[in-house]
């Protein structure tokens, strides 16, 4: 049974789609267990709080991805937040995901054809999907302010 949602920041409320982090693949396996087991304690604690993930839709069809029961049968592939993944998974609490548009999944591909996070972030600034680079450049600490 999930948890209760909690917060993310006001900015992102009618951006986000809230979901069980068994449909969201990460990007990456957890590589920093200290952060990883701090992100569980925090969860298990307060539930989420802070940035939704960005994910691209794996599976492409005809329904409505604002309607939780259809939700269910779609996966997702993060492009941040493997850790905040994995530690959702054993909270067992819902994560708050930033699912990119099919415009801005067909201009810029998926996760593995970038070299690095900087590129990635640049490929969502020229797609123009304000919301997907700022996402990313926080992943990374970039300032959100060089997101044009």
């Not at 693949?25 to 920093?32: A, G, I």
């Not at 919301?131 to 302010?145: S, T």
Request: charge should be negative; proline fraction near 5%.
């Amino acid at each position: 049974m999930m948890a209760t949602k909690t917060a993310v920041p006001a900015s992102w409320v009618d951006e986000v789609v809230w979901v069980d982090p068994e449909n969201v693949t990460p990007p990456h396996e957890v590589r920093n267990p200290a952060k990883y087991n701090a992100l569980v304690a925090a969860m298990r604690d307060t539930g989420w709080c802070g940035r939704p993930i960005l994910a691209e839709e794996e599976i492409y069809g005809d329904y409505d991805i604002w309607d939780p029961e259809q939700l269910e049968d779609v996966d997702m592939r993060a492009w941040t937040g493997s850790h905040r993944i994995a530690a959702a998974r054993e909270a067992e609490i819902e994560i708050p995901v930033y699912v990119m548009d099919e415009d801005t999944n067909a201009q810029v591909g998926t996760w593995e054809s970038y070299l690095d996070d900087e590129d990635r972030v640049e490929a969502f600034r020229r797609a123009k999907d304000r919301n997907a680079a700022a996402l990313m450049a926080a992943e990374v600490g970039f300032d959100e302010c060089c997101i044009e």
